[in-house]
Structure formats: C-alpha cells, structure tokens
C-alpha cells in the first residue's frame, strides 16, 4: 500500500517537471539491494543531479511491483523527495525508506 501511495504522491506533480517512469519488467531488485529492513528500494544521484529511485514492493499475496523512477533537478517533487532521502550528494546511493501512510 505504501508503494501505490508513493506514485500517486510523486505523480501528481507531472505537468512540465520532466517526470519520467520505467517499468522494470524482466528485472528484479536483489533483497541485498535493500540494506535496511525498512527500505522500499534505492536512491542514486547522477552526476546531473538527478535522482534516480529503484523500488519494489511485495504484498501478501504475493503481487510484486517494481519501478525505476527519474527525478531531474526541477521536477516539481525534486526538494520534497531530496528531504526525505536526508539528502543525496552526486554520485551517492541510499535506501529509500517507506513514505508515512496517510
């Protein structure tokens, strides 16, 4: 549930921020990709700044979703993003950990 949160939160802010999604489909994000328990993926800055977020999410019956999501400097969700990331420096990866249900 948190991981549908997440894209209506960051897609809602489309209109001409650059917004751009890949289904990963055929690939699949090792569980040691995610360092932290409570992680729903990763986070890396290009050297552009973009941030590049790679998610999965799972439930309990077994549906399984993946995600590569691009998010270049000037995107309307780019700074709310970066907070909660704690900050992402250039060429640095992170867990991402899980948006707060609402």
């Given at each position: 549930m948190i991981f549908f949160g997440l894209f209506s939160l960051l897609a809602?802010?489309?209109?001409?921020?650059?917004?751009?999604?890949?289904g990963t489909v055929g690939r699949t994000v090792a569980p040691s990709d995610l360092k932290e328990e409570n992680s729903i993926g990763s986070a890396r800055m290009e050297q552009d700044g973009t941030i590049v977020l790679r998610l999965r999410a799972e439930s309990s019956d077994e549906a399984i979703g993946d995600a590569l999501l691009r998010f270049p400097p000037g995107h309307p969700k780019y700074e709310q993003l970066l907070k909660h990331l704690g900050g992402l420096e250039k060429g640095q990866n992170k867990s991402v950990p899980p948006w707060p249900e609402k």
């Open positions: 809602c802010g489309r209109g001409g921020g650059g917004f751009e999604a890949e």
